[in-house]
């Protein structure tokens, strides 16, 4: 054989080989980049815990107990944000990797300012990344995968988002007790409500009771047992209304405010309502002082402030901040019964 068909020949083999190792190593790093680049777990309602801590030192800890979700073991969580963050750990993508560039600032950003996030399916640890800060365009958020076999993070990090959402996701894992409280105040469905005793503490004479004999006989009486004429529609619609009573923020228990309004403050209003097992269940109402911007915006010289109160509920355990928009609904005299003349 001529040397330069022996030539030829070598030229070609080590040419095959060196595409072997391309091919193999090309392969090898992009198994990797799958395995560090997979944040999503579809499997949500097989999740059963899920925890979150910040670099601050807060945490809480999210666990579905016989199908409620709880926060703390303690109170039940918000079903709305609760289901954002379901939905966000479904479907999560890469929306591209950091470049090089980039990359070392970017892990420190993660290393200090960064969101833990541990995910559980039946008590085993399934799913765990970290949720760091957003990107210049606020698109996009930086997010580092850990290797769930090692527990060891991926020295890869990557730019995050849900494909058709425009926004950034950090703020769907937060730390803050308060945040994921359910805000409902009350729910009852109406042919379960027997009685409905409203106390008007700062006018009494207008108080009264509703007695749900059946969904289509009711009486009203004063406090006195006074009866009082009414429209069968407006008590109707007024009983729809505790279907659903929600407050605008839950109140920490452990604040000057909440220790005012439960040792100094009296409430203006008590609502109780007794369902047909006897079961009672009841809101105290409190007066927000004014704002005073808002004063001089209306030029009116509000008393207490006109928007929002204060709420007492669950057992007298939890206090809310509350809008007149919703629970000035269900606070009426009853003179709002009374057919028109």
Not at 76 to 87: F, G, Q, S, V, Y
Not at 96 to 104: A, G, M, T, W
Not at 112 to 135: D, L, M, R
């Amino acid at each position: 054989m001529k040397k330069s068909s022996l030539l030829i020949i070598l030229i070609l083999s080590i040419l095959a080989g060196i595409s072997i190792y391309v091919y193999k190593t090309k392969n090898g790093n992009s198994t990797l980049n799958k395995e560090a680049s997979n944040f999503k777990y579809k499997d949500t309602a097989q999740v059963d815990k899920i925890f979150i801590a910040d670099k601050d030192g807060k945490s809480l800890m999210l666990e579905r107990v016989k199908g409620i979700w709880m926060v703390n073991n303690t109170y039940k969580a918000r079903p709305d944000i609760m289901e954002t963050l379901l939905r966000t750990i479904a479907s999560v993508e890469v929306k591209s990797p950091v470049s090089k560039l980039s990359r070392e600032n970017v892990i420190k950003v993660l290393a200090s300012k960064s969101v833990k996030v541990e995910i559980y399916n039946n008590g085993n640890k399934v799913k765990q990344f970290y949720v760091g800060h957003t990107t210049q365009d606020h698109l996009g958020t930086y997010m580092l995968l850990t290797n769930p076999e090692t527990d060891e993070n991926y020295s890869e990090p990557f730019i995050t988002h849900i494909p058709g959402f425009e926004g950034f996701l950090n703020t769907r894992f937060i730390t803050d007790e308060l945040d994921w409280r359910d805000r409902l105040v009350m729910s009852i469905r109406p042919p379960q409500i027997k009685y409905i005793k409203m106390d008007l503490h700062e006018i009494p004479d207008s108080s009264y009771i509703i007695d749900l004999i059946s969904m289509q006989r009711f009486t009203i009486k004063t406090l006195k047992g006074k009866n009082v004429p009414f429209e069968e529609d407006k008590i109707k619609q007024f009983i729809a209304y505790f279907l659903n009573i929600n407050c605008e923020n839950v109140l920490d228990e452990k604040s000057n405010l909440v220790d005012s309004l439960s040792k100094r403050a009296l409430p203006f209003a008590t609502i109780t309502i007794t369902d047909r097992d006897s079961k009672t269940q009841s809101i105290q109402l409190f007066h927000k002082q004014p704002n005073s911007s808002k004063n001089e915006q209306y030029g009116i010289d509000y008393k207490y402030d006109p928007d929002r109160l204060y709420i007492k509920y669950n057992n007298n355990k939890s206090y809310g901040l509350g809008q007149y928009y919703v629970f000035g609904k269900i606070l009426q005299t009853y003179g709002y019964f009374m057919p028109k003349k």
